[in-house]
């Protein structure tokens, strides 16, 4: 069965350092891989697309890059701050383009 | 323009009464999904729904769960005859069209306690 593995782990990180996240997948052939940011309370919001013919994308102090042959997706965020702890949700398009979640990792950067 | 809008942010049910939860989908958006969420754990989806047609409800129990998305009106995800097990966050996204290629716009949730 298809599976999204991200790490249950907590990463905490100290402000300015780049902040590094895992989504691993199986039993996909994903044309497409999504990440999101989820707040405490509140619900997911979309931060970056990126197309199984691109390496690697970058929006602002964010990266991500998708490696179809090892089956993952990194995320990155350079020079984090601590209003970037959240929890990020990788994303996979399932039938009819559903996307599919994992459980997600909570980011916790301290000043 | 407004987001995804769900209603009641949170809502307390006793053992055995109805529970709805409502979502408007952003203007312009045919597309809604719905998910529930127990917290430590992932989305997990429940149901996407175009106007007035249910498209893939594989991940709705088949017991006591419906939902609807009729042509005038918001989104409604139903449960009947609450259980402890129903609580959790209910979130609802929407999209133009299909999610291919692009992003779901998600509410805020609904918290759903069971007592």
């Known amino acids: 069965s298809q599976k999204i593995e991200q790490n249950s782990e907590a990463l905490n990180i100290q402000e300015g350092k780049t902040a590094t996240l895992t989504c691993n997948y199986t039993n996909y052939s994903p044309a497409y891989l999504q990440w999101y940011r989820q707040d405490p309370g509140r619900g997911p919001v979309f931060l970056l697309l990126i197309r199984e013919n691109e390496k690697e994308k970058r929006k602002e102090r964010l990266k991500v890059t998708f490696d179809t042959t090892l089956k993952q997706s990194l995320f990155h965020i350079t020079a984090s701050q601590p209003a970037d702890s959240a929890t990020y949700l990788c994303?996979?398009?399932?039938?009819?383009?559903?996307?599919?979640f994992g459980r997600g990792t909570s980011l916790i950067v301290h000043p | 323009n407004a987001g995804v809008m769900q209603n009641p942010r949170h809502l307390v049910r006793r053992r055995g009464q109805e529970a709805r939860l409502r979502c408007s989908p952003m203007k312009g958006h045919s597309h809604v999904y719905w998910y529930r969420q127990l917290p430590e754990e992932g989305l997990k989806f429940m149901v996407y729904l175009q106007k007035e047609n249910i498209i893939d409800e594989s991940g709705m129990p088949k017991e006591r769960f419906s939902a609807e998305f009729p042509k005038e009106g918001p989104s409604i995800l139903r449960i009947q005859q609450v259980v402890r097990g129903d609580s959790a966050a209910y979130f609802c996204?929407?999209?133009?069209?299909?999610?291919?290629?692009?992003?779901?716009?998600f509410g805020q949730g609904t918290r759903l306690t069971v007592v």
């Open positions: 994303a996979l398009p399932g039938g009819s383009y559903i996307p599919t």
């Open positions: 996204a929407s999209s133009p069209q299909t999610t291919m290629n692009t992003e779901a716009f």
